[in-house]
């Protein structure tokens, strides 16, 4: 399998920050893109090149169709913490890539998973998921990132971070962690989609190195050429304010990742694999401070005093 032949690759969940990274790489890539959405035509984030198929991965007919003519397909979960939705949405998933005569599939998982079961939707659905889609065959490689660079250049991070140089985060200072970008995901996705003999691997993928809250905000310092500490959030108080945006049931299905965190059950989870996902899958992560000197970072600030 190469690279070099264009794909035609079904992406389920090209709407989303995540899958959209990977939708625009594949574009850039000059691979086709199906996408399956429930968003109306107004509502659709800009994916040039990308075919939009109105449907629900719960309606396996739906799903169907957005596999009808792909070779390759990539799936990010949505913000779903049900399992009996998990199944079904996987099950769908994993029958029309049969149907389809996929040649390979990428499931990425959002997540790391601990070794051993846990109480924590966001990491057991996940196991769910990719256990549905190896036990029915299709040719599947999983990844699991660790945590994305681009929440920290948010609403919630931004602000602080631009006027008073406060890195705040709901991760221990002291927990290792291997910072990843949105389009170190689509590069890795890529790899996984593209390089040979892979089937039946699982990726635990990541940034060019695992850094400590005060080592993050070292390079978030350097990146920014200012002085930035790192402070630790209560999950609680995150999860709190994520229950405004996205609803009480989706907000505690993503910080139950950060009170498990929180509880030091697994304190390397969400570090480095020793290189072996950058080594097998031919991946070169840029450092942190690249990624951080890259973002338009004034938007956040609230200095608003003309410039000269």
């Given amino acids: 399998m190469s690279s070099e032949n264009p794909m035609r690759v ?9 899958g959209g990274a990977v939708a625009r790489l ?22 040039p090149g990308a075919f939009f198929l109105s449907g629900d991965l719960g309606r396996p007919d739906d ?19 049900e ?9 769908n998933v994993a029958e029309a890539a049969l149907d389809a005569g996929t040649e390979r599939l990428v499931f990425n998982s959002n997540t790391r998973i601990p070794l051993g079961p846990t109480d924590v939707a966001a990491f057991e659905t996940r196991r769910l998921a990719e256990r549905v889609l190896r036990d029915s065959g299709v040719p599947l490689v999983v990844i699991r990132p660790p945590v994305y660079l681009d929440n920290l250049f948010s609403p919630w991070n931004g602000p602080s971070l631009v006027d008073d140089g406060v890195l705040a985060y709901p991760l221990p200072a002291s927990a290792r962690t291997a910072w990843l970008s949105h389009r170190g995901l689509a590069e890795a996705a890529l790899a996984a989609l593209t390089r040979e003999d892979l089937e039946g691997r699982t990726f635990d993928i990541g940034g060019e190195r695992s850094l400590t809250g005060g080592e993050l905000a070292e390079a978030f310092g350097r990146g920014l050429g200012r002085a930035v500490r790192y402070e630790e959030l209560d999950p609680a108080a995150f999860e709190r304010g994520l229950a405004g945006l996205l609803g009480p049931a989706t907000a505690a299905g993503v910080a139950g990742i950060y009170h498990f965190m929180a509880s030091g059950a697994d304190p390397l989870l969400m570090a480095d694999d020793d290189g072996v996902s950058t080594e097998v899958l031919g991946l070169e992560p ?7 000197a890259r973002q338009p970072w004034q938007v956040w600030s609230s200095d608003t005093s003309p410039r000269h």
Avoid at 83 to 91: F, K, L
Avoid at 286 to 292: N, S
């Fill in 10 to 18: 079904a992406v389920v969940g090209a709407t989303g920050f995540q």
């Fill in 286 to 292: 840029a450092p942190v401070e690249e990624w951080v």
């Fill in 26 to 47: 594949l574009a850039e890539r000059q691979h086709g893109v199906r996408t399956l959405t429930r968003r109306a035509s107004a509502d659709r984030p800009p994916l």
């Fill in 63 to 81: 799903v169907r169709q957005l596999f009808e003519g792909a070779t390759h397909a990539f799936m990010t979960m949505p913000l779903v913490y």
């Fill in 83 to 91: 399992a009996d939705r998990v199944e079904a949405y996987a099950r």
